[in-house]
């Protein structure tokens, strides 16, 4: 097996692999790329890089983009890399992860997602190096004989080796039939495309491994497989995740995305920097290096946020999300593009008022804030939950960075 030392190509495998394991939770088997590495220099063969995503929902989050970065990084090295947009498998819904059977989506809801898929992960991706592909296109040729013949080749005893399957058969939650052919069919995918790399999260670990066993049983060199961490959402505990409403998305407006990237904590600004910061690690070193001898966090939080914005828009757009910022919290100024809301009820009570003006999801969430000092109205701290408000107009603010105008009515 081909190890740095005896390669021609030293120099440029340590660098390239430096490149690869930047930031990744495993690679499966780092001498095996190695080999992969070297064949691609010595032939001019570009590597198949595959990445797999079922249209499940319609944005892409920062979460997302941490194995996108990777692609792109791949990409950048010269290989191909090939967005696999899984609209047979998302039929089925994956079940990794998952406590319960997933519900399946309708073909109009794939096709929806899909398309949004693509168009945003081409803002990380270059779309002009990216092939694109469905796996619809050989699940479905398929057929009855041929899934029969692809379930024969993987047995029962390793589907449920799976953690997820197990604990629900433990705890006599249902699996149906139709969950165990996921993992087959994602690993069927990189037998069709002849991968010689996958990408995913650390929860698609299994299925990965699913793929290199196939390749084998149908006479193809075993792809390496490439986990990535899951990023934690803004609150640094979850991962990010747009239902537990601790997500960034990349298609958000550069205030929001400003904004968000600034509340995260001292410490988590870091893991942002290594899994979705395209600055070297040398750099990041540099500044963590500074930032312990005194220079202020929140100066390189401001670094890692223009960078975001930019990426995702523009220069002048993270330039413009900046002097909003620091007009709203440094200098007190209030947000350029403050909702506008109209109720009727005066007088209200005031956790009413948060909620129906959507600055609060719950009358329970509103009294949190006001009993943590996080409610302001009229620039005024409001301390108590029993206020009714009469017909007026005011300023509310809850937090640091959710406003609106109200005007309520009788």
Not at 253 to 262: A, R
Not at 358 to 368: D, F, I, K, N
Request: proline share 4%; glycine share 8%; net charge negative.
């Amino acid at each position: 097996m081909t190890t740095i030392a005896d390669s021609p190509y030293s120099s440029r495998l340590q660098s390239d692999l430096d490149i690869v394991k930047r930031g990744c939770d495993e690679l499966l088997v780092e001498a095996e790329l190695a080999a992969k590495l070297t064949d691609s220099y010595k032939t001019g063969r570009a590597l198949r890089i595959k990445l797999g995503l079922d249209p499940t929902a319609p944005d892409i989050h920062l979460g997302h983009t941490v194995v996108l970065n990777k692609m792109r990084q791949l990409q950048d090295m010269g290989h191909t890399v090939i967005f696999l947009i899984g609209d047979f498998t998302a039929l089925i819904g994956d079940p990794s992860g998952r406590n319960t059977t997933r519900p399946p989506l309708t073909p109009e809801q794939i096709e929806t997602n899909a398309r949004t898929y693509y168009e945003q992960a081409s803002m990380v991706l270059d779309p002009d190096k990216t092939e694109i592909r469905y796996n619809s296109t050989w699940c479905d040729a398929l057929g009855t004989r041929g899934l029969i013949s692809l379930a024969s080749r993987y047995t029962v005893a390793q589907i449920i080796e799976r953690d997820d399957f197990t604990q629900r058969f433990k705890a006599g939650v249902p699996i149906s039939i139709h969950e165990f052919l996921y993992p087959l069919l994602q690993g069927y995918d990189s037998v069709e495309l002849k991968a010689d790399i996958e990408l995913g999260g650390t929860d698609q670990k299994f299925n990965l491994l699913v793929g290199r066993e196939l390749q084998k049983e149908y006479g193809q060199p075993a792809q390496c497989v490439l986990t990535m961490p899951l990023l934690e959402g803004t609150d640094g505990v979850e991962k990010m995740s747009k239902s537990k409403g601790n997500y960034i998305g990349i298609t958000e407006d550069p205030d929001s995305m400003f904004g968000k990237l600034m509340s995260i904590s001292d410490t988590l600004m870091w893991r942002y920097f290594e899994l979705l910061s395209m600055r070297s690690m040398a750099e990041i070193e540099s500044l963590r290096e500074q930032t312990a001898s005194g220079l202020n966090p929140r100066e390189v939080k401001v670094m890692l946020a223009q960078e975001m914005v930019t990426r995702f828009h523009d220069k002048q757009a993270a330039t413009r999300a900046l002097d909003e910022f620091n007009a709203r919290f440094r200098e007190g100024a209030l947000p350029s593009d403050m909702p506008e809301v109209n109720l009727a009820g005066a007088p209200m009570g005031v956790l009413k008022l948060l909620r129906e003006s959507g600055l609060v999801a719950s009358g329970s969430e509103g009294q949190r804030n006001i009993e943590q000092g996080g409610v302001r109205i009229n620039g005024d701290r409001i301390a108590d939950r029993t206020l009714r408000l009469e017909a007026g107009t005011y300023i509310v603010q809850v937090g640091k960075r959710r406003f609106a105008r109200v005007t309520l009515a009788a």
